[in-house]
């Protein structure tokens, strides 16, 4: 099922979902569309933040960020805030993934920088497309 990304398939991805079972099926997904890097995992926000000040104090990067909208302990908008605040992880390309499809929480994120959005139930057909879309929006275009 391997698809034609532009982007590099060693990245290394965050992942961050509550629910074991679509973080195994992200991962599971990304491979299948040919991502060979790291699959980096988190369920919650404090979580995230403390496995991205590990990578970075360990001088390692993360290349994208992708995070279901509701966790347990803050929405998925409040890790992209700090992200976006951050200069160093400001353009890591950050995809949100929800269930809700509320036009509130949809145009919070956007106006914190989120890269793209998606709803689950997720296709790994469109997840690539999300992917390629987000990855050319923080790198490629950029160097144009």
């Given at each position: 099922?391997?698809?034609?990304?532009?982007?590099?398939?060693?990245?290394?991805?965050?992942?961050?979902?509550?629910?074991?079972?679509?973080?195994?099926?992200?991962?599971?997904?990304?491979?299948?569309?040919?991502?060979?890097?790291?699959?980096?995992?988190?369920?919650?926000?404090?979580?995230?933040i403390?496995?991205?000040?590990?990578?970075?104090?360990?001088?390692?990067?993360?290349?994208?960020?992708?995070?279901?909208?509701?966790?347990?302990?803050?929405?998925?908008?409040?890790?992209?805030?700090?992200?976006?605040?951050?200069?160093i992880?400001?353009?890591?390309?950050?995809?949100?993934?929800?269930?809700?499809?509320?036009?509130?929480?949809?145009?919070?994120?956007?106006?914190?920088?989120?890269?793209?959005?998606?709803?689950?139930?997720?296709?790994?057909?469109?997840?690539?497309?999300?992917?390629?879309?987000?990855?050319?929006k923080?790198?490629?275009?950029?160097?144009?």
């Open positions: 099922m391997e698809s034609k990304i532009n982007a590099p398939r060693d990245i290394r991805f965050l992942l961050i979902d509550d629910m074991s079972f679509y973080l195994s099926f992200l991962i599971d997904g990304l491979k299948n569309l040919g991502f060979c890097g790291e699959f980096l995992t988190a369920h919650n926000v404090t979580e995230s403390k496995v991205i000040e590990g990578e970075y104090k360990n001088k390692r990067q993360i290349d994208f960020i992708i995070s279901d909208l509701k966790l347990p302990d803050a929405p998925g908008t409040i890790l992209l805030q700090k992200v976006r605040k951050n200069a992880l400001a353009n890591i390309p950050f995809l949100l993934i929800t269930v809700e499809d509320k036009s509130m929480n949809i145009i919070d994120a956007f106006e914190h920088g989120v890269s793209n959005f998606m709803f689950k139930p997720i296709d790994i057909k469109i997840l690539g497309e999300k992917i390629q879309f987000c990855w050319e923080h790198h490629l275009n950029k160097k144009k």
